[in-house]
């Protein structure tokens, strides 16, 4: 099974960046910007988050996969 990015994957099963956040449970001011945030690589999400996403996307997406995410590290800004 091929792997994909988080992005990818949130348009593929046509998900809004709303949707995304409340099926992870991201609550906030804004979770739709948090979850851009992540998606982007501009912010690493929580292990939580990705353990989340993993097992929503039948492992397509993996912690390697999230832009700010390298070798299991998050990415130095």
Do not use: F
């Not at 939580?48 to 397509?60: C, G, H, I, N, Q």
């Amino acid at each position: 099974m091929a792997t994909m990015t988080p992005r990818q994957w949130r348009t593929a099963i046509k998900l809004t960046l709303e949707e995304a956040a409340a099926a992870v449970g991201i609550s906030g001011k804004n979770p739709a910007r948090t979850w851009q945030r992540w998606e982007v690589g501009e912010r690493a999400p929580p292990a939580t988050v990705v353990a989340r996403v993993e097992k929503l996307s039948d492992s397509r997406v993996k912690a390697s996969d999230w832009p700010s995410i390298v070798d299991g590290r998050r990415r130095a800004a």
